[in-house]
């Protein structure tokens, strides 16, 4: 009897193993969005590799984390793993680190993107290994896979039961052509949302299927002229420019004409959104940075008025008096963004996306 009860067990366990063994792929074999030019230094970062003597070596450097990139793939698969390697490793005092570089995994279902669960960092070298879901049913289904907003990825492997197959994504959703690129700050970039799924730009890009490239740098989105000459060169149904938080009243003043026209020259009537610097809970308190916003945004009034004069019909300043509401409650530091903020930022875009992308 014991050596039947022996054999049940051990084969039992044998069982167990080969069910919870996963078959890793490189995810260079899956195509990759939300980025303006293949040409990186390494594939997974934001600016193309020609800027690397040429722009500044901190919005070089934050070129390299991955916020709004995604991979999509299709499986049959019961289960996805991953496994991924950090280029950094950051820890931040006021982001989660699933946020700062971890993933995010939706699935497509019921003609909307589903949100599956996080791939959540779990070591202290940069090298880590995530089950994201288990017990799935075995039929096929359409994958979105968000990277880590503040950190860089230098390898990426998707894990999948033995069994089963990963294929590139049969449907073109979210919509590649055209997309809408956003430029601006640490708040654009994704500061601070728990997880990379809910950043704006991605829920935006959600609920539009519609690509959306996200060119926040965290404390330099200072209206660099490199950076509006990768933007006009590129074909898009829709330009966002949300550099306020970054620049101070005379960058306003001297360079944002000339960032505006650089674009113009490449796309002369590709539709532009301007948008305030937002009223942050903190500046209810703090009388400098009230006076501060309010001086930017005047100034940024006045310039985008001298543009309208000019005869530009394709573009339009957006007031900021309710990016995220007034009870306070939308940021982790009275600056940047929580989950809650980020979702009513969201809202607040969605209708002036929507309109440009209908027309």
């Not at 040429?54 to 934050?62: N, S």
């Not at 939706?106 to 017990?135: H, L, M």
């Not at 940047?336 to 009513?344: A, E, W």
Request: contains cysteine; hydrophobic residues 40%; positive net charge.
């Amino acid at each position: 009897m014991k050596q039947k009860f022996y054999l049940f067990t051990c084969a039992a366990m044998m069982s167990f193993q080969v069910k919870a063994q996963l078959v890793y792929y490189d995810a260079v074999a899956f195509p990759l969005f939300g980025k303006l030019s293949d040409k990186t230094e390494t594939r997974y970062e934001r600016l193309p590799a020609s800027l690397k003597t040429i722009t500044r070596p901190a919005v070089w450097e934050l070129g390299k984390n991955t916020a709004g990139l995604y991979i999509r793939f299709a499986s049959n698969t019961t289960r996805v793993g991953l496994k991924w390697t950090l280029t950094v490793n950051r820890a931040m005092n006021h982001m989660t680190a699933t946020g700062v570089k971890g993933f995010d995994l939706y699935c497509f279902i019921d003609e909307k993107w589903q949100f599956v669960n996080s791939a959540r960092p779990n070591s202290s070298n940069g090298s880590n290994e995530a089950t994201i879901v288990s017990n799935m049913t075995a039929d096929e289904k359409e994958f979105l896979l968000y990277f880590p907003l503040y950190d860089g990825v230098k390898r990426l492997e998707i894990g999948i039961d033995t069994a089963s197959q990963i294929l590139p994504p049969k449907q073109k959703l979210p919509r590649p052509e055209n997309p809408v690129i956003c430029y601006g700050t640490s708040i654009l970039q994704g500061g601070c949302a728990s997880r990379p799924g809910m950043t704006h730009t991605n829920i935006l890009s959600r609920w539009l299927n519609r690509e959306l490239i996200n060119l926040g740098f965290s404390g330099n989105g200072q209206l660099d002229y490199e950076i509006a000459e990768i933007i006009s060169g590129y074909k898009s149904s829709l330009i966002i420019l949300d550099f306020m938080p970054n620049v101070t009243a005379g960058q306003i003043r001297d360079r944002m004409k000339n960032f505006y026209f650089i674009i113009r020259k490449k796309s002369p009537v590709t539709p532009i959104l301007f948008i305030e610097n937002p009223i942050f809970p903190q500046g209810k308190f703090d009388q400098t940075m009230q006076e501060t916003i309010k001086q930017k945004n005047e100034v940024l009034r006045k310039e985008f008025n001298s543009l309208l004069l000019s005869g530009d019909k394709h573009i339009r300043l957006l007031s900021s008096t309710e990016i995220i509401g007034t009870d306070g409650e939308a940021t982790v530091d009275g600056i940047h963004f929580t989950d809650l903020g980020f979702m009513r930022y969201a809202n607040f875009l969605y209708p002036y996306i929507k309109m440009y992308l209908d027309k």
